[in-house]
């Protein structure tokens, strides 16, 4: 087990979905001695039943769940938790990794694993600055999110760089909103296309997205190799930079 030296300070909710009772039983011992609560599921439907009714700070989320798999379970937390999601697997295909990470994923690790890896990368994960958790819930979902010289204000429709308003288009503003809100997650064109146009404005299809993230990054001095403010998530899409 892990070293209880070593154990979390403050006590940390986590949620293992996963349907193998042996691996369970090993991955929630780790978390328990690194001062978690857990909370242990088999199947999708329950997770997203727990994860409603409390705030996890982790979910270790197996991909091959029976029923509803990993991919659609994290899709929907995604929807109303920042919790952060490690994925598990059976496959190293570079594909299902791409799919989970786009869907809001954090992090992905192949079994069989050691569960001392896997207890490092949540301690990693935990040490990442979150963008919203709860004070940014605290404040709302219109509390202005800042991104280094970045400022992105939604109840304001505004959005400033080192203290000057940017003069953006509602699309382009849409956009930045859109990915801002959710800074951890990788978006695909067409997830952006959905949320941005209307169905009938979809005429350019996914290079619709393109153009317009190139004229936010125009506009905000960001460079598309660097990824400053809007990064390309290769073979996925785009998400937040750090700022």
Known sequence: ????AHALETPRRALVVDDEPSLVRVVVGYLQ?????????????????????HDFDVVVLDLGLPGMDGVEVCRQLRTFTDAYV??????ADEVDMLIGLAVGADDYI?????????????????????????????AGPFAPRVFGDLVVDPAAHEATLKGRPVELTKTEF??????????????????LLEQVWESGEWAGGEHLVDVHVAHLRRKLGDDARDGKYVRTIRGVGYRMGEG
């Not at 909370?39 to 039943?49: I, K, N, R």
Request: overall charge positive.
């Open 110 to 138: 192949t079994k069989p694993f050691s569960p001392r890896e896997l207890i490092a990368r949540i301690r990693t994960l935990l040490r990442r600055p979150r963008q919203s958790g709860p004070a940014a819930a605290a």
């Open 174 to 191: 849409d956009l930045l909103d859109i990915l801002s809100a959710r800074p951890r997650v990788a978006f695909t064109r067409p997830m």
């Open 33 to 53: 001695a690194e001062g978690f609560d857990v909370e242990s599921v088999g199947d999708g439907p329950a997770a997203l039943g727990l994860a409603r009714h």
């Open 1 to 4: 087990m892990a070293d209880p």
């Open 86 to 91: 490690v994925m598990l697997t059976a496959r």
